[in-house]
């Protein structure tokens, strides 16, 4: 069984390859995968965590896990609050074919999901774009939306705001136009393409100051007790989503639901209808949504490209 590091998940999947795979998979699904399980686990000290796990499979082809923490009380202690590891089997005959750092595959597999649908969702002269957060994922998020769309201005925003300002540096040291962004709400009415990747539970983002016709697209809040905007976010645009089933789960979903604001027939397509041509923006005005939950197929498209040699 071959193991797989950090760095070579990300050599091996370089943002147009894996952007490519992905919207190959969401123009014509292959891969079978069940709603994704997640466990609550109590801590000694008071609290809990998650643990998901999120199975999928190409028939005859690759069989693959994910297994994921979530321990939301480690930003405090400067640790990582997601970890992962995925293994993947040979769909012919069950061999383990690879044990891959799931950090960097989950990483990268979300910019790039967020990525492509930002370029069917977003308009086509975007030209700010505004990434909120400093986590794994938020890491790498300007450089796969940076992938589809020249931007002119790259804005980074995070409650810490020394993390923000390192990584709008290393970004900027990367050739990227990007700049630390110290006020929130300046920044989202600058912005024609806003993307958040955080672990908070408590809104930050105002529908309000959100600019017309600009695109938002939603990482974070994978659970029902967290969010990331507020109802209005949510009700003054059209609502897209990687996959149905789990994004009402999702707490910027099932908060203007269980509001009474929202409801699961109010979505407006999944990735596949937008990518197929089904569904979409209809006016460069309009506002859109995108809630990304993480989808297991996801995982195995870039697993399957993380193994090759």
Known sequence: MHLIGHQTVADRLPWPRLIEALREEFAAPRIDAPPRQVLTIPLPGGGTASLLMMPAWEGGKAIGLKAVTFFPDNAAREK?????????????????????????LTARRTAATSALAADFLARRDAAVLLVCGTGQVASVLAEAHASVRPYREILIWGRDAEKARARAGALADRGLPARFCDDLEAGCRRADVVSTATAA????????????GSHLDLIGAFKADMRECDTAAITQGRVFVDGRDGAMLSGDLAGPAAEGAFRAEAIAGDLSEVIQGRAGRRSEAER??????????EDLVAAMLAAQP
Do not use: H, Q
């Open 288 to 297: 859109t949504v995108f809630k990304s939950v993480g989808l297991a197929s």
């Open 80 to 104: 990582a609050t997601i970890n992962a590891g995925y293994l993947m089997f040979d769909g012919a005959d069950g061999r383990a074919l690879a044990a891959i750092d799931g950090d960097a």
């Open 201 to 212: 539970t408590v809104p930050f983002l105002r529908g309000e100051w959100l600019a017309e």
